[in-house]
């Protein structure tokens, strides 16, 4: 039976599946492989990988305790070989660090909000239901809402956080009649912010585009939750953690998100030697390979059939050598780039 569709059969529907068993392969059929990933949710993409790699070792990793749990109930069956940590997936380094595994041979990165978060109508994520303005991915440890965010914040804030993490063009619209609005009563419900954010759009720009909230929405999410700062933190030290033949795998649905990787990614893959030095210096060159030219997106098969992956873009790195140890010595007197002393 392949492994992909006996995932799909069991009602969840990973994305880019497919593509995710394909990069990771490579990297984890070696002995002794420890898999992370990051971004737990309900399991999808952990069962088929520890189906697919029968002694592969998994940490899962989610911030959402409802997602842990219920994932924690599937991956049951795979007994001592998954562990489960409630945390941000920032905090991997302090995780392998506890777990004494200094270095893993794949990590995965699905970004977003997950099924667990939209499927449950009372936690607000979802533009399409009436629910309390929350949006917190970790109840438990988390105070801030997205009501705190909306009755609280000053208009120029909340216009900038629209426009930086909603990518919204009306955004300064939005934000002065989400302030007009609170104080007549204070927000409190998604419903009523769908309805305002609709009424301060041009209605031209209602026709098109989907959900007129589908933006602020995101903004607001992104901000209660700190996920970019999460996620600036959160690439680098997973590259840093990857063992030479190990892999990561960013699925990013948001340009936001795909930016950052993009960026790490380049860094991290660029040959650093001056340019006006004749060799490349052995110290500058990139410890990591692209395995993906640009990002790669569904095929229309998989967006026609799980409408949520229809904004996908993944992107994957290899590390191809150890970490550069680099002694830096002063330079000696008359000595110049590229000549001699």
């Known amino acids: 039976m392949n492994t992909g569709d006996a995932t799909r059969r069991a009602g969840h529907e990973p994305v880019m599946l497919d593509r995710v068993l394909e990069l990771l392969a490579p990297s984890l059929r070696v002995p002794g492989a420890c898999h992370v990933d990051a971004t737990l949710g309900l399991g999808g993409h952990a069962v088929a990988l520890l189906e697919a790699h029968r002694e592969l070792r998994l940490i899962g990793i989610d911030r959402d305790p409802v997602a842990l749990e219920r994932a924690g109930r599937r991956l049951a069956p795979f007994g001592a070989r998954v562990t489960l940590e409630h945390a941000v997936y920032d905090e991997i380094p302090r995780i392998l660090a506890r777990l004494d595994r200094p270095h893993v041979q794949g990590i995965l990165f699905d970004l977003g909000v997950s099924s667990p978060q939209l499927d449950e109508v009372e ?182 059939a799980n ?19 680099v002694t830096t010595r002063p330079p000696r007197r008359g000595s110049r780039p590229g000549g001699s002393a």
Do not use: C
């Open 123 to 304: 936690r607000g994520f979802a533009y399409a239901h009436d629910a309390p303005l929350d949006m917190r991915m970790d109840p438990t440890t988390q105070s801030r809402t997205a009501a705190d965010i909306v009755n609280g914040y000053a208009a120029d804030d909340l216009a900038r956080i629209l426009r930086e993490y909603g990518e919204e063009r009306f955004a300064r619209r939005i934000a002065d009649a989400i302030v007009r609005e609170r104080a007549r009563e204070p927000l409190t419900s998604t419903e009523r912010l769908v309805a305002l954010v609709r009424a301060a759009i041009p209605a031209a720009t209602r026709r098109t585009g989907g959900n007129p909230a589908k933006r602020t929405f995101q903004a607001l999410r992104i901000e209660v939750n700190g996920e970019l700062t999460s996620w600036r933190r959160a690439l680098p030290a997973a590259l840093d953690a990857l063992a030479v033949g190990g892999r990561v795998i960013v699925l990013a649905y948001h340009s936001l998100e795909d930016r950052i990787a993009k960026r790490v990614f380049a860094e991290h893959t660029t040959d650093t030697t001056p340019l006006d030095l004749p060799v490349p210096l052995p110290e500058r060159q990139p410890r990591f390979r692209l395995l993906t030219r640009g990002a790669e997106t569904p095929s229309n098969r998989e967006t026609s």
């Open 307 to 325: 409408p949520r992956a229809a904004s996908a873009r993944l992107r994957a790195i290899e590390r191809i050598k150890e970490a550069a140890s």
